[in-house]
Nanobody, 128 residues
Framework: QVQPVESGGGLVQAGGSLRLSCAAS????????IGWFRQAPGKEREFVAAISRNGGSTFYTDSVKGRFTISRDNARNTVYLQMNSLKPEDTAVYYCAADWSLSPYSSIYDKRDEYDYWGQGTQVTVSS
């Protein structure tokens, strides 16, 4: 198993930026597709962005396209979510999740139930 650990959340004003990190010390980190999800108060957890095992494919929900960038550095066992032009509606707890399925990632990247391991989340708060 791998236990993702998120960091980088915090309080930022609208229009600002944050970079979230998802890290794991397991040697097999590169075997996992990684997704970012978020959960705002009163809402269910929703897909934000995802990246395939070696970074060859990335996926984004429409509301963050052009503002967020997901990347990974497998040598450092870390996936990043660069968040620019933040809006109050981005406020949520952000979760990193790891998938080790054999299914084509393009068909499952936004499905919560497809991910095997979840971090504890990091709070992102965007003030008006």
């Amino acid at each position: 198993q791998v236990q993702p650990v998120e960091s980088g959340g915090g309080l930022v004003q609208a229009g600002g930026s944050l970079r979230l990190s998802c890290a794991a010390s397991r040697w097999s980190f590169s075997n996992y597709n990684i997704g970012w999800f978020r959960q705002a108060p009163g809402k269910e957890r929703e897909f934000v962005a995802a990246i395939s095992r070696n970074g060859g494919s990335t996926f984004y929900t429409d509301s963050v396209k052009g503002r967020f960038t997901i990347s990974r550095d497998n040598a450092r066992n870390t996936v990043y979510l660069q968040m620019n032009s933040l809006k109050p509606e981005d406020t949520a707890v952000y979760y990193c999740a790891a998938d080790w399925s054999l299914s084509p990632y393009s068909s499952i990247y936004d499905k919560r139930d497809e991910y095997d391991y979840w971090g504890q989340g990091t709070q992102v708060t965007v003030s008006s």
